[in-house]
Nanobody, 126 residues
């Protein structure tokens, strides 16, 4: 069982920055992939970024490339999402997820992730 708790959401104006954090229970990196997803009202949950914990290899959705950075702090069992140059379309509930199984790459499909945090709201105003 992996427990995840997100923090760091809030309201910001377009062009601003926020840093989300996901505190994971011990041994979260037993399963290779951590990810951030987001879901806006009336829309499906979509991947934002993934990190392969053993190598720190990262992948991003096209919509956030160059603006968002996912990273991990192994000593603190924490995964971060640094979000810069925020846009109104980034407004959503953001979720941290752990894949819950060991593989060779991190999937982008939400249904393949077993463990989820409760979410943190990000609101970007124009």
């Amino acid at each position: 069982q992996v427990q995840l708790v997100e923090s760091g959401g809030g309201s910001v104006q377009a062009g601003g920055s926020l840093r989300l954090s996901c505190a994971a229970s011990r041994y979260y990196d037993r399963y290779n992939c951590m990810a951030w997803f987001r879901q806006a009202p009336g829309k499906e949950r979509e991947v934002v970024a993934t990190i392969y914990t053993s190598s720190s290899s990262t992948r991003y959705a096209d919509s956030v490339k160059g603006r968002f950075t996912i990273s991990q702090d192994n000593a603190k069992n924490t995964v971060h999402l640094q979000m810069n140059s925020l846009k109104p379309e980034d407004t959503a509930m953001y979720y941290c997820a752990n894949v819950g199984w060991s593989g060779y790459s991190c999937p982008f499909l939400p249904r393949l992730y077993m463990y989820w945090g409760q979410g943190t709201q990000v609101t970007v105003s124009s």
